[in-house]
C-alpha cells in the first residue's frame, strides 16, 4: 500500500481522513496513564496501611515485566493466558520482593486489578467524544475484554466496541491482532488507523495494512524519561487526541 | 444451580439481584425493533423509488429465513458465517421474489445493512442508561461484530461492550455462548443475567448456569401476532427495561 506523506502537526486541518472509517486505539499508556494511576492509587493505599512501598518503582517493574511473561506464550513455554494473568503472575514475584507477601488473596486479587481502574490522560475522554462523531472508536489493546470494559467504565471512556488481542488469541504486535480487528468491524484494513504512543505498534499495524496515527504522551514512563518517537512513514502526528480529532475534522 | 422463585413482576423493588454482575442483552426483538425499523426504512424506499413492496411481508420472510440459515451453519453444511452473511443469503431470494433482482451491488449491500440500522423500542435507551449505572451491560446477540457496533451508533445504545456469537463461533442458543459471554467478563455464570424476549434463549442460558429476566416484547412480530411468553423458572419477568431495571435496584 502507498504511504501517505507526513502531515506535519498542526497543518493538515483540512486533510481528507484517508478513507478511514474506524480508528482503533493502544490502551495503555496511549489513552490512559498506567505509571501515575498505580501511583496514586498505591500512595493512597500506603496512608491507608502504612506501608512504605516505593509505587513508581513498583508500576515501573509490574510494566516491565509483562512483554517477558507474553514473550513466554509466544514461545509456547505458557499456554494462552489473558493480560489479568500475566499481571497476576508478574504481581506475585513484586509481592515477595516489596513485603507484601502475607496478604490475603482477594486483596492481592483486587490490587491486581489496578489495571482495571487507571484514568484517562486528561484529553482522552473529551478527545474521544469528538473522535467518536466522526468514526467508529474502539480499544486494540493487549488488555483483555474484562479489564478493558471495567476500566471503559471507571474512566468513562466512550467506546463504540470493545476489541482486544484477546478476541484474537494474539498479542500485538503480532499482525493478527490488526487484521482481526479490521475484520470484526468489517473493514478493510486500509479503512482503520491505528492510534498509538507507541512506534512498535504503529510499525506493526502499518505493516498489516492499517493507516496510523502517533500521539504524544511524553509523560507515559515518567518525568526525565524519554517517551518513544513517531515511526518513519506514520500518516499523522498529534500532541493529544484534541488535535488529532482537529487534524482529522472530527 | 439452584434456581430462585418466580418474582412477580412490580413486587420484587427490594429483591437484591443474586449476586448479578452483568447483564447480557438478545437484541433483535429485545432491545431494537427489527420488524416495524424495516417496514419504516422500507416504505420510506417505496415514495423514494415508486415500489410497491409489502415491507410486513418482506421482513417477516427475512426474519424466517435466518433460523433455516443457522441451521445449515450448525449441520456443517455451510462453513461460519456471520449474520451480515446469512441475511444476505436469504436478502437475495427475496430480491427475485419481490422483484428487485436488479438493484445494483451497492444498493444491495445498503438494503442488507437494513439490520445495522434499528431503532430501539421506546424505553429501550432509558432503561440501559439506568441498568448501566448498577451493571455491566453488553449484548449477546447472533448479530456480528459490526453489525451491533453500528446499531448502537445508529440507535444510541450505551453498551459497556459489545458481545456477539461471532466472537464465540457458535450461534445462539448452542450454550458455547453464554459460557464464553461470561468468560470474556471475567465473570461467573452465575454472576451474568441474560435478558431477552424470548424464552428458547433464556432456557438456553438458564442452562448454562446464567440468571435470566424476560422483558415482554409483544409487538415484535406485529400487531395481532402472539409474543413469546416467559420460560418456567425464570428470575425476573418484565414489561420494559424501565420494569426490569426497578425490579434490580438500578
Redesign the interface.
Given at each position: 500500500m502507498k504511504r501517505r506523506e507526513f502531515v506535519v502537526s498542526g497543518l493538515a486541518l483540512m486533510a481528507p481522513p484517508l478513507g478511514v472509517q474506524a480508528l482503533v486505539f493502544d490502551v495503555f499508556g496511549t489513552v490512559v496513564d498506567w505509571r501515575g494511576s498505580i501511583i496514586r492509587e498505591g500512595e493512597s493505599l500506603n496512608r491507608a496501611r502504612g506501608w512504605k512501598i516505593d509505587w513508581a518503582a513498583f508500576a515501573d517493574k509490574w510494566r516491565a515485566g509483562y512483554g517477558p511473561s507474553m514473550d513466554k506464550v509466544r514461545r509456547g513455554e505458557l499456554p494462552w493466558k489473558r493480560i489479568?494473568e500475566l499481571h497476576r503472575m508478574v504481581l506475585d514475584r513484586l509481592l515477595d520482593e516489596f513485603g507484601l507477601a502475607s496478604l490475603r488473596e482477594a486483596e492481592k486479587d483486587h490490587l491486581n486489578r489496578m489495571w482495571h481502574r487507571l484514568h484517562g490522560w486528561p484529553d482522552a475522554v473529551a478527545g474521544l467524544t469528538r473522535l467518536k462523531k466522526k468514526f467508529?472508536i474502539?480499544t486494540l489493546s493487549n488488555g483483555?475484554?474484562?479489564?478493558?470494559?471495567?476500566m471503559?467504565?471507571f474512566a468513562g471512556l466512550p467506546?463504540?466496541?470493545?476489541l482486544s488481542a484477546?478476541?484474537m488469541r494474539h498479542y500485538k504486535p503480532d499482525p493478527e491482532c490488526y487484521l482481526g480487528a479490521a475484520d470484526?468491524?468489517?473493514?478493510k484494513p486500509g479503512e482503520v488507523m491505528m492510534v498509538a504512543a507507541h512506534a512498535g505498534d504503529l510499525r506493526a499495524a502499518a505493516k498489516a495494512g492499517l493507516r496510523t496515527a502517533f500521539v504524544e504522551r511524553p509523560l507515559e514512563y515518567g518525568p526525565g524519561r524519554k517517551a518513544d518517537s513517531p515511526p518513519a512513514g506514520v500518516d499523522y502526528k498529534a500532541k493529544d487526541f484534541l488535535e488529532l480529532a482537529s487534524l482529522l475534522g472530527a
Open positions: 489479568d467508529v474502539a483483555n475484554v474484562s479489564l478493558l470494559t471495567n471503559a467504565r467506546w463504540d466496541c470493545v484477546e478476541l470484526l468491524l468489517g473493514l
